[in-house]
């Protein structure tokens, strides 16, 4: 089954065509990469997945059911989370708010059932020792990390994820890469991911986007064969990594 | 001790010193602090919108007159008893809010602070153009047989601390539990990055919504209460000076602290009090004092306490 379809899914900014006509599938329990050269339009795409960027034209189906009227906060409400490409936290409340405030979209769980999920959550991403810190205070790396758990918290059906990987150390890159594989089966998730590394380690479909259409789609091998993409993206190796 | 069960404390603590204050107090001071304590009723009503959820107005003035003109007519012209002249004032101020906070918020930042401030103008031009029923500048005066509610009368200097104490109290402690509930922590969502609030699935506009109506209705009980303890219905209470007030009294005390807005009407009202009393100049000390204290503690008095030395402050 299909958790997520898009149909004929458009965005133009003025003249600036982000998005044309995208059709797109994402099978429910699948982890999928979306990669593409910078400005190819994947902040755009996921954006209106999301709700965050409404769409010019086109549909979003999320479980089958027509989304594409719903504002943000109902389309989370349904099961999507979204983490921002460009870190956006509360930066003046600590790391446990921060992912309280995330947990208490679902509204049937008490406080202590979002403290027992914060400090779940927070132990598997390894901040545990700084839940009572600032959130603007964190490093850098830890900021993109607590931007993901306030993702995983909210135990979403579909996670997408606007390069979580931005940014971050080697060693930080490598427990992502092992935080996304350990919770293979659980969401669906939408990776946006400009590290062919980490989009190898744990990837089971990708879409490559380009110019604001989709080129390919597909495994990675099938992906990697595909002679357009290894024209417009594989085979440049300064866009592998940027 | 946890943080709430210190927070209930605390409250609890400056309600019982208010209450024993009354006590010890020369008669003048005891009247300038049911004032401070309905003014403050006022403030922590502009403190929920402008502390904790983050929108600036500068137009809290309509609010604060809509429940004392509401008031004031229900009784003068409309003959009810105290009581239910309360209800209307504060009835009106609910209208007014809806109102206003529907159409305001279409706009944000500086636009939406433009937008306050306009209605807050027109509520106040209505006011002189309705000079037959409103007394227009010169204002009207709710006499003492009018002011009497479950048998007390309101006019007189013992019954009238009591009622602006429990008034303040009941505010006090309910925003105090209020902004540590969900709805509260959701709305210092909102104020600290609200398109990261949006897309964890809270419904922003509506929070903010929300906001401005508690937040209109507060004052507006504050101004019902004001008419009704002081027996005073003047225009000066719709001017934007009124909306000032509010907004000066919470960046004293502390935006978004519990006890900040007590704080700050209690420190203005008597730094104008003492200035005057040494010196004809007293807006110009009071002008000072203000400027050293935006200086050096930016972030209001118990602001500053808690960044400083009690973290745990409400
Ligand atoms: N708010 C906006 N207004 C105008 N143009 C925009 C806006 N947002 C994006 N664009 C344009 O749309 C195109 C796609 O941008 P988008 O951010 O979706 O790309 P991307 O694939 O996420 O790139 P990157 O890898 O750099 O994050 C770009 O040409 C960009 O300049
Ligand atoms: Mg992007």
Redesign the interface.
């Known amino acids: 089954m299909n958790i997520l379809e898009t149909r004929a899914l458009t965005k133009s900014f003025g003249g600036i065509k982000a998005n044309t006509n995208i059709d797109f599938a994402l099978e429910q329990g699948r982890t999928m990469a979306l990669i593409g050269p910078n400005g190819a339009g994947k902040s755009t795409f996921v954006g209106m997945l999301?709700g965050?960027i409404p769409a010019t034209s086109g549909q979003v189906f999320f479980k089958g059911k027509d989304i594409s009227h719903l504002?943000?906060?109902r389309r989370?409400?349904l099961g999507i989370a979204?983490t921002?490409q460009i870190t956006?936290?509360?930066?003046?409340?600590d790391v446990r708010?921060n992912v309280?405030?995330?947990a208490?979209?679902d509204?049937t769980k008490s406080?202590d059932e979002v403290a027992e999920r914060v400090a779940g959550v927070l132990a598997r991403v390894g901040l545990s020792d700084r839940m009572e810190q600032l959130a603007g205070g964190l490093s850098y790396g830890h900021q993109r990390v607590l931007e993901i758990a306030?993702g995983l918290v909210?135990e979403p059906e579909l996670l997408i994820l606007d390069e979580p990987t931005q940014g971050l150390a080697e060693s930080e890159v490598t427990e992502f890469v092992d935080l996304i594989n350990g919770l293979q089966g659980r969401p669906t998730i939408l990776l946006i991911e400009h590290n062919m590394d980490v989009v190898m380690r744990t990837a089971e479909m990708i879409t490559v986007l380009n110019f604001g259409e989709i080129l390919a789609s597909g495994t990675p091998q099938e992906v990697h064969d595909n002679a357009a993409v290894q024209a417009a993206y594989l085979g440049t190796t300064t866009n592998a990594e940027s | 001790m946890t943080r709430e069960q210190k927070s209930l404390w605390l409250h609890a603590a400056v309600v019982l010193v208010l209450g024993a204050l009354y006590f010890v107090l020369p008669e003048y001071h005891a009247g300038n602090l049911a004032r401070i304590m309905v003014l403050a009723v006022y403030a922590m009503g502009y403190n929920l919108l402008f502390g904790y959820t983050g929108l600036l107005s500068l137009g809290h003035a309509m609010f604060f007159a809509a429940g004392m003109y509401g008031f004031g007519l229900a009784v003068n012209h409309g003959g009810l008893p105290a009581g239910a002249a309360v209800l209307i004032g504060i009835a009106a101020t609910l209208v007014v809010s809806v109102v206003v906070g529907f159409l305001a918020l279409r706009t944000r930042d500086v636009a939406f602070m433009i937008v306050m401030l306009m209605f807050a103008q027109t509520g106040y031009l209505i006011i002189l153009y309705f000079g037959e029923f409103t007394r227009g500048d010169e204002g009207f005066v709710v006499q003492q047989a009018q002011r009497g509610l479950f048998g007390f009368d309101l006019s007189a200097q013992g019954i009238r601390y009591w009622a602006a104490l429990i008034l303040f109290s009941a505010c006090l402690l309910g925003i105090a539990k209020g902004v540590n509930s969900?709805f509260g922590?959701?709305l210092?969502?909102v104020r600290?990055?609200e398109?990261?609030?949006?897309?964890?699935?809270?419904?922003?506009h509506r929070l903010k919504f929300l906001a401005v109506v508690l937040s209109g209705v507060l004052s507006g009980a504050a101004g019902a209460a004001y008419g009704l303890l002081f027996g005073y219905i003047g225009s000066t209470f719709a001017t934007v000076q009124y909306s000032i007030f509010p907004l000066l009294w919470v960046l004293l005390g502390g935006a978004g602290t519990t006890l900040g807005p007590f704080v700050g009407v209690l420190f203005m009202f008597y730094l104008i009090d003492l200035s005057s009393f040494l010196t004809d100049a007293y807006m110009f000390i009071a002008g000072i004092a203000l400027l050293l204290l935006t200086m050096f503690a930016p972030k209001g008095i118990v602001g500053q306490i808690r960044a400083s030395r009690v973290p745990w402050l409400p």
């Open positions: 999301s965050r504002p943000a906060h989370i409400a979204y921002f956006s936290v509360f930066s003046n409340l708010e309280a405030l995330a208490r979209r509204r406080e306030m909210q | 969900r922590k959701a210092v969502a600290e990055n398109e990261r609030a949006r897309m964890l699935g809270y419904d922003t």
